[in-house]
């Protein structure tokens, strides 16, 4: 016999996020999915995040790394709330995952949750983890033909987040074409040039944070 | 790469569905799978192989996977020209402006599976 299924292969996945979003709706916790290829400095963003935001929002981060707690522990060296998930292999993370480890945290009393994803410009994209925003991080050591070069992930994310612009200087990497090529792909998406390191522009990513912070959780 | 566990997902999502329904063997799985669903075909025919001997009774040698294509199509939101996008998903090739929407080319699902149950039907 023929059974017309005509399901999502992601449907359980699917189900995980809509759970979560729901959680984080009902707590009032803005939830910041972070995506990058390693190294891009994810983790020197979230640091530097931390300690501009940490007086005014209390901050969880939930890390996401092959193996290790070097970045949960760099996370924790600044007092936040860190959970760490080691995927030993697996190269992203999933909402069911995230579920497990939301009980670890009160998250009534969370303001802000990020997650930072597997360094990985592919798998990453397609899993939904129920939060509210999904940004990608692209390091101007990387080159900006990423951005043509892994549509899909561009495409499926609310913010572009050029990080190590201190390195403009000294390697190419053409911001006006970096964002002509993602508006191109995604012309909603937001398009932020920063360094984590120095702190240059990085108003701009606090800013917009509180912003939404303040928008996505009105009642 | 990400195939490996999408092809388990998509085993369980035949495997309770047929245990629901009483079948016993599945001899054909029809799965759609869009060009920018950042799924290789080719990857998952491979997990597909190494997963397959991993499933209980339900499956053997003989249970074949068919990847059906589905290719990724936009249309501009201003001139309504229908194109198939390259990398830059939303920019019309008439407007050249980037006011494109998709139609298709991100599914990922499975559409149907042929299976018998225990009187063989």
């Known amino acids: 016999m023929e059974i017309n299924l005509k399901e999502e292969v992601l449907k359980d996945q699917n189900k995980a996020a809509a759970f979560n979003r729901k959680l984080f709706q009902d707590s009032r916790t803005l939830v910041i999915n972070i995506m990058s290829s390693p190294g891009a400095g994810k983790t020197t963003l979230l640091e530097a995040t931390v300690k501009a935001l940490a007086r005014e929002y209390k901050i969880g981060v939930i890390e996401g790394d092959l193996a290790t707690e070097r970045d949960a522990d760099r996370l924790r060296a600044l007092g936040v709330d860190t959970v760490q998930i080691n995927t030993v292999g697996g190269c992203h993370l999933d909402a069911r995952m995230i579920a497990k480890k939301l009980p670890e945290f009160d998250l009534e009393k969370t303001d802000i949750l990020f997650i930072e994803n597997i360094g990985n410009l592919v798998c990453p994209s397609g899993y939904d983890l129920g939060q509210h925003f999904k940004v990608v991080v692209l390091s101007v050591p990387e080159g900006n033909d990423k951005i043509p070069k892994y549509p899909i992930m561009f495409r499926r ?63 | 790469m990400h195939e490996l566990s999408l092809m388990a997902e998509l085993i369980k999502l035949v495997s309770e569905d047929a245990h629901d329904r009483g079948i016993i063997k599945v001899s054909k799985i029809d799965v759609i799978v869009g060009d920018l669903s950042n799924v290789l075909p ?47 998903i939303a920019f019309c090739p008439v407007c050249r402006l980037p006011t494109s929407e998709l139609l298709s080319g991100e599914t990922f699902r499975v559409e149907s599976y042929e299976g018998c149950d225990e009187d063989g039907n």
């Open chain 1, 157 to 219: 994310t609310d913010m572009t987040l050029i990080n190590k612009i201190d390195l403009l200087p000294y390697v190419p990497f053409n911001l006006v074409e970096a964002a002509e090529d993602l508006k191109s792909i995604n012309p909603e998406a937001l398009f932020k040039p920063v360094s984590a390191l120095t702190g240059d522009r990085m108003g701009e990513w606090t800013g917009w944070i509180r912003e939404v912070y303040h928008t996505c959780l009105a009642r």
């Open chain 2, 42 to 88: 080719e990857a998952l025919e491979e997990a597909f192989i190494y997963l397959r001997p991993r499933v209980e009774a339900l499956f053997d040698e003989q249970t074949e996977l068919h990847v059906i294509r589905e290719e990724a199509r936009a249309a501009c939101r201003s001139c309504r020209t229908e194109f198939v996008p390259d990398y830059r």
